[in-house]
């Protein structure tokens, strides 16, 4: 399906989204290892699609899943942004990724749209 504005987007529990062709397309999720739903997301959202201008955010979580997908973006020449752990519920997620060196801001969340909009006019 087509990107929309102001649209939220949730998978099937079974599925994962990936960004394909400047579409949302749903794939099966592979049955064996961990559930790294958000890492192939930002992947294909960067590697595949929008390069420096893909743009993502991490927020409160436990695990790894986003890590690797925000190097990704990184690598692309992106935005990432982690929410800063001491604002979070659950620190470990954006701690993950600040410590992978990939994240350009730490923010707490109110902050976060400014700093996607700052990013979004400079390219």
Do not use: W
């Not at 099966?28 to 559930?35: K, M």
């Not at 930002?42 to 991490?58: C, D, H, P, T």
């Not at 954006?94 to 979004?120: K, M, N």
């Amino acid at each position: 399906m087509p990107l929309r504005a102001n649209t939220v987007y949730i998978a099937p529990s079974a599925q994962d989204l990936i960004l394909k062709n400047s579409k949302l397309e749903l794939v099966a999720r592979p049955v064996a290892g961990q559930n790294l739903c958000v890492d192939r997301f930002f992947g294909s959202m960067a590697k595949q699609e929008l390069g420096k201008r893909a743009i993502g955010v991490i927020l409160s979580g436990s695990g790894f899943d986003g890590v690797s997908g925000a190097q990704a973006i990184k690598s692309a020449g992106g935005l990432e942004i982690a929410q800063d752990p001491l604002s979070s519920t659950c620190k470990y997620l954006p701690q993950h990724a600040i410590e992978g060196g990939s994240v350009d801001h730490v923010a707490e969340p109110l902050q976060i749209p400014q700093l996607i909009q700052e990013y979004a006019l400079s390219i």
